[in-house]
């Protein structure tokens, strides 16, 4: 008798050259008894064969949107269903345009479209089809409606170009399914808190100071923790994203708010602070819109320190998660101002990133990090998106608190 499957994937399966290491991934997820029932698009099937794809994954493979047999026998929304995690690889900027614009034209785009469950999408193409505005907008639009990424890679590419735009090793894709499936348990009954996006400080009724944040790292984090299984709160700034599937989510707008909304999780066995909260707020916020009066300067604005939720959160007490998270946002000297603010704030951890504006990290899709920890352990992880970032955030949380009883 077979195994129980531990995970059911739905694999699409696009065309590019990159479709060949779509074999390899459904050999290491059977590997792991995960399931895989896969469709491959028209394009596809000129790099791997329908054979090919059902002899590894054990299962037929779906090809046409008005197939007879296959609508008897395994509807397309059943089959966008059953799954409990779509995968796409590869994601061509042909496919990631049409979930960009909500079109359903072929077996693959009408799953897609018709699907409730999580969506992970490996994308790969030529680097100048990876940067092109076109989609690096379709990117945007399929971030804000929820969807995650992992890669694409920098490197050499079949075309004979070098640049971003290669899919994922299927190990790194394995690794982001394993945490969206809960593949390792650990983190189930455990309690999270997760902080993110900006902190809005008024000044006056249409003013504020703030941070630059798109709360992209956050909400990430927090998916990949419910992912795994933990019960997650995100307290998150203002930001133009979903909420991230299976979170609780309290939205807040100042820091003093957002302190008082992580406060009420607590007890929390994991908190992880990627919030960027403004370090000041103006000490009284005028009650009318300030006016602009020629001749009389600018008002003066008298400014007063935030509450430090990271270092509150680390403090010492009944009430301190078991495993407390920082982020320092950088400019200059990374490491010495990163070893600094772990001793200084009393976290566990402390992920630092370099957010000098050529690096493009506010607002962007990547991110590069050192994992700081206070036992003077250092990680240089290699420039990631802030999927695949997320992953290995969660992945080293599990392992930190291993299987013991919350």
Aim: glycine share 8%; net charge negative.
């Amino acid at each position: 008798m077979g195994r129980t499957p531990s995970g059911r994937i739905l694999l699409i399966i696009s065309g590019g050259i990159a479709a060949y290491k779509s074999l390899e991934l459904i050999r290491r997820l059977r590997d792991r008894d995960i399931a895989v029932r896969a469709v491959l698009t028209r394009a596809g099937a000129q790099f791997v064969t329908p054979l090919a794809v059902a002899s590894l994954a054990g299962d037929k493979v779906y090809e046409e949107l008005f197939s007879l047999t296959d609508e008897a026998e395994m509807g397309h929304i059943r089959l966008s269903r059953e799954a409990d995690l779509v995968v796409v690889a590869p994601a061509t900027a042909d496919l990631m345009a049409k979930m960009a614009g909500g079109h359903a034209d072929d077996l693959a785009s009408t799953a897609l479209l018709a699907t409730d469950k999580p969506v992970l999408l490996a994308p790969a193409m030529n680097p100048e089809m990876w940067q092109h505005p076109a989609t690096q907008r379709n990117v945007e639009r399929l971030h804000r409606d929820g969807v995650s990424m992992v890669g694409p890679a920098a490197g050499d590419m079949a075309c004979g170009e070098v640049g971003t735009g290669r899919m994922a090793e299927p190990e790194t894709i394995l690794e982001a399914i394993l945490v969206r499936l809960g593949g390792s348990g650990t983190l189930a009954a455990r309690r999270a808190v997760v902080t993110s996006g900006p902190t809005h400080e008024p000044i006056d009724p249409v003013r504020y100071i703030a941070n630059r944040s798109s709360g992209r790292q956050g909400h990430a984090i927090a998916a990949a923790l419910a992912a795994a299984g933990a019960d997650v709160t995100l307290v998150t700034g203002p930001v133009n994203l979903a909420t991230p599937p299976g979170v609780t989510t309290v939205q807040v707008e100042t820091a003093r708010e957002m302190l008082e909304a992580v406060q009420t999780t607590l007890p929390a066995d994991i908190a992880v602070c990627a919030a960027a909260v403004a370090d000041w707020r103006p000490e009284q916020a005028a009650s009318g819109k300030l006016k602009k009066t020629d001749g009389t300067g600018a008002p003066l604005v008298s400014l007063t320190t935030n509450p430090d939720i990271l270092k509150t959160l680390a403090a010492p007490g009944p009430q301190r998660p078991r495993l407390v998270v920082g982020f320092a946002a950088e400019t200059d000297d990374l490491d010495a101002n990163a070893r600094a603010k772990l001793a200084r704030k009393g976290c566990d951890w402390l992920l630092a990133n370099d957010v000098s504006p050529a690096t493009g990290t506010f607002g962007g899709a990547r991110n590069t990090v050192t994992l700081y920890r206070q036992d003077g352990g250092r990680e240089t992880w290699p420039e990631l998106d802030k999927t695949a970032v997320a992953d290995r955030l969660v992945a080293s949380i599990a392992a930190e608190l291993g299987t013991a009883t919350p």
